[in-house]
T-cell receptor
Framework: GAVVSQHPSWVICKSGTSVKIECRSL??????MFWYRQFPKQSLMLMAT?????????EQGVEKDKFLINHASLTLSTLTVTSAHPEDSSFYIC??????????????FGDGTRLSIL | RKEVEQDPGPFNVPEGATVAFNCTYS??????FFWYRQDCRKEPKLLMS???SGNEDGRFTAQLNRASQYISLLIRDSKLSDSATYLC?????????????FGTGTLLAVQP
């Protein structure tokens, strides 16, 4: 089955640091990848849709200057949390999927990155 | 009101029990429906897609009622390994791409 790899799996850093998270599709080309955030005991919330070769589409309330997304190739999307603060501590998960014959194919998720800002 | 609503549980059931989870969604334009499973501190994993005709995969049966905007998941003969959070997920077009909207999940604890 489709495999999505996410790195790193765990980050602990000081407030003010910028953190880059990578998401790779290992056995298929992903023109679109999605970035989610999940706070404890809450549902996954879509942050942005990452489109290969173009700008990301951000959900309402998500600061595009704080959460920089780059999707430079069909197999790699990166999310950079700039000047991270403790309130940015969360579980960040990427996913990739594709649209086939009018039906959304299930998305496959990376392992997630647990970000802790001190 | 949340777009996808689930009973958060927890559902505590003995091994071998049958348990049912329900989910409602508010956007009638939703096109695709899924159940995902999420273990503690892990990423969600697809359990099964849900089709209007209903579908079954081993001990798991999913049903969709578009008229009522209602989705269900039935687990028969529960195993200890079924303990997890079950996420109801719907998809609809958001611009040029399909977006997944997640429920908060229903926590299942299967007891020995």
């Amino acid at each position: 089955g489709a495999v999505v790899s996410q790195h790193p799996s765990w980050v602990i850093c000081k407030s003010g640091t910028s953190v880059k998270i990578e998401c790779r599709s290992l056995d298929f080309q992903a023109t679109t990848m999605f970035w989610y955030r999940q706070f404890p005991k809450q549902s996954l919330m879509l942050m942005a849709t990452s489109n290969e070769g173009s700008k990301a589409t951000y959900e309402q309330g998500v600061e595009k200057d704080k959460f920089l997304i780059n999707h430079a190739s069909l197999t790699l999307s990166t999310l950079t949390v700039t000047s991270a603060h403790p309130e940015d501590s969360s579980f960040y998960i990427c996913s990739a999927g594709h649209h086939d014959r009018g039906r959304t194919q299930p998305q496959h998720f990376g392992d997630g990155t647990r970000l802790s800002i001190l | 009101r949340k777009e996808v609503e689930q009973d958060p549980g927890p559902f505590n059931v003995p091994e071998g029990a049958t348990v049912a989870f329900n989910c409602t969604y508010s956007n009638s334009a939703s096109q695709s429906f899924f159940w995902y499973r999420q273990d503690c501190r892990k990423e969600p994993k697809l359990l099964m897609s849900v089709y209007s005709s209903g579908n079954e995969d081993g001990r798991f049966t999913a049903q969709l009622n578009r008229a009522s905007q209602y989705i269900s998941l039935l687990i028969r003969d529960s195993k200890l390994s079924d303990s997890a959070t079950y996420l109801c997920v719907v998809s609809h077009l958001g611009g040029a791409t399909n977006k997944l909207i997640f429920g908060t999940g229903t926590l299942l604890a299967v007891q020995p």
